[in-house]
């Protein structure tokens, strides 16, 4: 993801911003700000995430925003930077043509079906099945530089692109698409509306099962990560830069926005959501169609839109099915106060 020789002095001149600290410092990545790494750089646009700011952590953000001994490149607009830094690092999307590479690392015991197509650097480990033509249908895409862990299967019609990595004793049900391009979007007064380059990266790690038709995207820095345990029903979407923790239960039809974190042992009910930039404690668990718009404490249960305590989301529901006797009972108290109606004469 990076390119040699790309300095800080280099980026703020690209991008029309002011240099702070050591214009001679190589770029070699974008990473976030709470979790950066040696040659990284990090966007930062949001307030309320600088109490999070790693402290060695070389930032893209607001003018003013960089501490006296910070390191980093200040402009007027953050994000729009960030789309001119990230089609710089955007990668070559030329794809293989359906067969194993010669360059794929394909263990014995790996068992590869009809139809699937296994992209240049890609490691198959032990006991893997891909399109398995013994038991399923084949149809499997996957991308340049994958890794696939030991005893993890992939069923028909899935796509998994460049370097996702699954961990061991995975299932990664029908049609699921791993490590595609995150929605990244934003207004642009000539284009409309400005695509932003996803250049991250998606890990799945040990026993992880995903379910028919889902989709798990890539970063757009840094990566998307699915943590061990975690079980994932059918149709279920979950954005770029997602966190999502061990042991997680994420049912059918829910839907998490990015940069979104559920913390672990959360279980998130049919049609649920998790808004943007959303932090979910350590065992939430959130009913179904709830809408979690903000961050949600540790062990909470709850429902709603916006999601709240789910005894008081009943509580209310209770008193809004009470309404249209209340409005009776109020009308027929007002009648009293009033007195009778005059007659016509």
């Known amino acids: 993801m990076g390119i040699e020789g790309l300095t800080l002095a280099n980026i703020a001149e690209m991008i029309g911003g002011t240099l702070k600290g050591e214009g001679s410092r190589i770029v070699t990545s974008i990473t976030s700000p709470e979790d950066p790494c040696p040659g990284s750089i990090s966007p930062l646009w949001e307030k309320k995430l600088i109490p999070h700011v790693h402290p060695e952590a070389v930032l893209l953000t607001n003018k003013g925003w960089i501490t006296e001994n910070g390191q980093g490149v200040e402009v007027e607009d953050p994000r729009r930077a960030l789309v001119k830094l990230l089609e710089f690092f955007d990668t070559d999307k030329n794809y293989s043509s359906p067969f194993v590479h010669e360059t794929a690392v394909v263990s014995e015991s790996a068992v590869i079906g009809e139809n699937v197509t296994v992209g240049p650097g890609c490691v198959l480990s032990d ?38 990595t699954l961990g061991r004793n995975c299932i990664v049900h029908a049609n699921a698409v791993i490590g595609s391009d995150g929605f990244g979007f934003m207004p642009d007064p000539e284009k409309g509306l400005l695509r932003i380059p ?26 998307t990560r699915i ?11 979950i954005a ?8 997680c239960i994420i ?30 404690g350590d ?63």
């Open 127 to 164: 006991q893997c099945r891909i399109g398995d033509g013994s038991v399923l249908a084949g149809n499997v895409w996957v991308g340049k530089h994958v890794s696939i862990g030991d005893n993890t299967l992939i069923e028909p019609g899935v796509v998994i692109y460049d370097r996702s």
């Open 198 to 223: 996803q250049i991250g990266i998606a890990v799945i790690e040990d026993d992880v099962e995903i379910g028919v038709c889902s989709s798990i995207d890539r970063a757009t820095f840094g990566e």
């Open 227 to 237: 943590s061990r345990g975690t079980k994932i029903d059918s149709h279920v979407k």
């Open 240 to 247: 770029h830069n997602c966190k999502v923790g061990e042991y």
């Open 251 to 280: 049912v059918a039809q829910t839907g998490l926005a990015g940069s979104s974190t559920l913390g672990r042992g959360v279980t998130m009910a049919a049609q649920s959501g998790v808004g943007n930039h959303a932090r979910v």
């Open 283 to 345: 065992g939430v668990i959130a009913a179904g169609r709830a809408g979690i718009t903000d961050d949600t404490p540790p062990n909470s249960v709850v429902s709603g839109f916006p999601a709240i305590d789910h005894k008081k989301d009943l509580r209310q529901i209770a008193a809004i099915r009470q309404l249209p006797d209340l409005i009776k009972n109020v009308k027929n108290i007002e009648k009293r106060l009033n007195g009778p109606e005059p007659e016509n004469k």
